[in-house]
C-alpha cells in the first residue's frame, strides 16, 4: 500500500520548517444494531454474548483506517478500570504495542485474565490498596477479551489494531476521524466480534470525506 499523502507531508515539512499539513479528515455514521434491554447488572456499557457474538450494550463501534502504519517509538499508555464490579471503559481500541494498566477501584478483590489469542494473561487476585500490577503490552492484532476470575459477569473487550487512526463512535453511531495522511486506504468498522465493515477510500489533505456503513 502507498503512503503519497506522508511522503507529501514530509517534503512539505523539509521545504518549509514549521509549516503543518493540511491533514485529511473522514466522518459518517455506521448503522449499529438494537440496544438489548438491560441484564440486572445494569451499567451503561456492558459486554453481552448472543450466539457466541461479542458486542457492547448499548452498541458501538469502533472505525479506523487500515494499515499497517508505523508505531509509535514510545509505546503509549492506557487503562481498563475495574469500578463497580464492571471493566471502564468496555470496549478500548488500542494501537499494537500499546501498554494497558489495570487499576481497580473497588473496594473489593478482582483477578483479571484473558485466554484470548492476541494476548494471554493472568494478574492475579488484588486490591486496590495492593501490589502494583503491571502494565500489559498489547503487540498483536486482534479483539482481545477481558474477564475476572472472581466475578463472573464482567467482561470486557481490547480490540488491538495495526493503525493509530481509529475513534469510538456514539451510540447513535456517528463518528469523526481527523488528523489522516491522504491518499488511498481502506477504512474498516468493527461493529462486534463477528462483524467488520469496510469501503475503500480516497483521502485529500484539507478535506473532510462523508462515508456510512453499510
Known amino acids: ?114 485466554y484470548s489469542p492476541a494476548k494471554r494473561f493472568d494478574l492475579g487476585r488484588y486490591r486496590p490498596d495492593e501490589r502494583p500490577v503491571p502494565a500489559q503490552v498489547f503487540a498483536v492484532p486482534g479483539l482481545v477479551v477481558l474477564r475476572c476470575d472472581i466475578h463472573e459477569h464482567m467482561r470486557g473487550l481490547i480490540l488491538v489494531l495495526d493503525t493509530p487512526y481509529f475513534v469510538l463512535t456514539d451510540t447513535e453511531g456517528r463518528y469523526r476521524l481527523g488528523g489522516l495522511p491522504a491518499g488511498h486506504y481502506t477504512l474498516k468498522a468493527w461493529v462486534d466480534s463477528r462483524t467488520t465493515l469496510e469501503r475503500p477510500v480516497e483521502l485529500h489533505n484539507g478535506e473532510t470525506l462523508r462515508t456510512d456503513f453499510p
Open 1 to 114: 500500500m502507498r503512503f503519497p499523502g506522508i511522503l507529501s507531508c514530509i517534503l512539505a515539512v523539509a521545504a518549509a520548517p514549521g509549516t503543518a499539513c493540511a491533514q485529511a479528515a473522514v466522518e459518517g455514521r455506521v448503522t449499529l444494531p438494537k440496544a438489548q434491554a438491560a441484564p440486572v447488572m445494569k451499567q451503561r456499557y456492558e459486554i453481552i454474548t448472543e450466539g457466541g457474538i461479542l458486542s457492547t450494550n448499548p452498541p458501538l463501534a469502533v472505525v479506523y483506517l487500515a494499515g499497517p502504519f508505523p508505531r509509535p517509538a514510545v509505546p503509549p499508555t492506557r487503562q481498563v478500570a475495574q469500578k463497580d464490579f464492571v471493566f471502564v471503559p468496555a470496549l478500548l481500541p488500542v494501537q499494537a504495542g500499546t501498554r494497558v494498566e489495570f487499576p481497580n477501584l473497588d473496594d473489593t478483590y478482582h483477578n483479571i485474565f484473558s
